[in-house]
Nanobody, 118 residues
Framework: QVQLVESGGGLVQSGGSLRLSCAAS????????MGWYRQAPGKQRELVAR????????YADSVKGRDFSISRDNAKNTVYLQMNSLKPEDTAVYYC???????????WGQGTQVTVSS
């Protein structure tokens, strides 16, 4: 199994920045990719960004053109999401996701709250 622990959320003013962290442990040799999703109250969970084991990065259409960046530190088994110029509409619980193989499966962290005030 893979365990994921998110951190770095908080309350910031519009225009502020946050860096989210997701630390993976367990059967990390099974990892294919990790990503960040978010879910606001009354909304469906949506992809924000994803990074593969080959370090291929992708971003959801909703954040393209925004100053968001996903990265990873292989030595620490940690994925980051740097978010700058935050807006109130970014307010959500942000979840870390891990895609694994053999067998193919998906794991989720507990989430970290991001609140952006206007």
């Amino acid at each position: 199994q893979v365990q994921l622990v998110e951190s770095g959320g908080g309350l910031v003013q519009s225009g502020g920045s946050l860096r989210l962290s997701c630390a993976a442990s367990g059967s990390i040799f099974r990892l294919n990719a990790m990503g960040w999703y978010r879910q606001a109250p009354g909304k469906q969970r949506e992809l924000v960004a994803r990074i593969t084991t080959e370090d291929i990065k992708s971003y959801a259409d909703s954040v393209k053109g925004r100053d968001f960046s996903i990265s990873r530190d292989n030595a620490k088994n940690t994925v980051y999401l740097q978010m700058n110029s935050l807006k109130p509409e970014d307010t959500a619980v942000y979840y870390c996701n891990a895609e694994v193989r053999n067998p193919r499966d998906n794991y989720w962290g507990q989430g970290t709250q991001v609140t952006v005030s206007s």
